[in-house]
């Protein structure tokens, strides 16, 4: 959607438009993207680097860059509501359709995602021990509470199931 915004100026009888991506309704939306990876068998010296910036990237102003050059709506809460932010979608409306479709989406009918258990405790397991991360817990804390966390959901889905 960056590139279109930039390139329309040149044709001044179109009216851009951007609509929410279409799928069923009540609730969810399909997303995709917004993920970095780092192999475990990383050098340590590239293993740094690589964190270092991957929490430079995910810090509010880069998020509001990225999505000023691309479209992509910022992947930190911590970027909605800034001025920038805010200012660029009146400039360019059409950036603010997928933030307010994920934002109106409710929970995905049955869950989505695959069926292999409690991923999505697991995944919250995750999450919540990266925000935890991200905030300054320990690194190994994190890894600890994240491994808690998710066996706790493990052992809980199968007791549930047998």
Known sequence: LG???????QFP???LRVAPLPGPSGGGT???????????????????AVWDFTT???EATQQIAWSAGTGYIPTR??????????AL??????????FDQLAAAGPIPGGGGPVVGDQEGV???IEESLEALFAGMAP???RAQAIARANEVIADYNRRIG
């Open 140 to 142: 190994a804390d994190a």
């Open 123 to 125: 995944r919250e397991a």
């Open 77 to 86: 809460q911590s970027a909605y509501g800034v001025p920038e932010l805010e």
């Open 89 to 98: 979608w009146t400039e360019r409306p059409g950036y603010r359709v997928a």
């Open 56 to 58: 430079w990237l995910n």
């Open 30 to 48: 399909a997303v995709g993207g917004g993920s970095l990876y780092m192999m475990n068998d990383t050098a340590p010296e590239v293993r740094a």
């Open 3 to 9: 590139e279109i915004y930039t390139q329309i100026g």
């Open 13 to 15: 009888d179109i009216d």
